[in-house]
């Protein structure tokens, strides 16, 4: 079988040109590198053929041109719906009993964000305003991202990827508001876009059994390379068991809390030089799961 990198390279000039941007994940696509190689990696797994990565590539270049999503890292988020509601925590991934958790090698940690929606109050106040909770939830993502560290030397292995937990302890998934649904829906579709593989492993966690049907029927919308890396959990304990004892008291670990695990930004949001840009030219419900 053909390698199908050389065609996608040779496209990347008219990619950027078209985009008026040259960034995807704090990495330049101008000029080769390993850690260019392995953005292309990612989206032409996704993807499949050339063709449909280009305008996948070209999809992302034209969004984050727009949305700026590494401004979404420094930018001020309101703390009253926000501030308990996403955290980022790293652990040894010797650690972790779960084969799916990969790290990228160069003694990386695991990168792990968690999304706490039981710390929810306000679900219109939360959600309602669908631009914020994006922003804040592309914030979330971008952090987990430079956490990674791709950038550094030869960068990471190509399975190198994010962990995410999503602990819907006290939350009524029978009864979530159409504000939920819609930013959730909205959430999905910008993370399935524009940043492809990097997800290694998501846990639902404080699921009860009786509620496992509706995780089962989301399976339906997405691809089954993506559900293979789902698993839900009925007790939030059960969390240290995959991910080993350094997680939080409250998953069955023997860390710190979420809130003093939680991690600081490494590195300021990326900001792309001028040089570095080429001229101008009915459904089943769904949980919230972006």
Partial sequence: MTDPLPELESQLPTLISTASHSEIWGISLSLPSPQRTLV????????????????????????RKSFKPGSCITESHDQSKFGALGFMTTVDPGLCSDGLVKAGGGG????????????????????GDQGAFLRWRVGLMERGIRALRLGE?????????????????NVSLLRLPPETRAATKETIAVLSAHYPELLSRKYFVNVPVVMGWMFTATKVFLSKETVAKFQVLSYGSYIAAELGKEVPKDYGGEGASLEEQDLEVPGKAVEVRAEEVAPTKTEPAQPAVG
Avoid: C, M
């Fill in 40 to 63: 292309l990696k990612k989206y032409l797994t996704a993807h499949k053929t050339p063709t449909a990565t280009s305008a996948a590539l070209l999809a992302t270049l034209e969004w």
């Fill in 108 to 127: 990386r940690r695991a990168v792990v964000t968690w999304n706490i929606y039981g710390a929810v109050r306000d679900h219109k106040s939360t959600f």
């Fill in 153 to 169: 030397g030869e960068g990471p292995g190509e399975d190198i990827a994010i962990v995410q937990v999503h602990d819907y302890l």
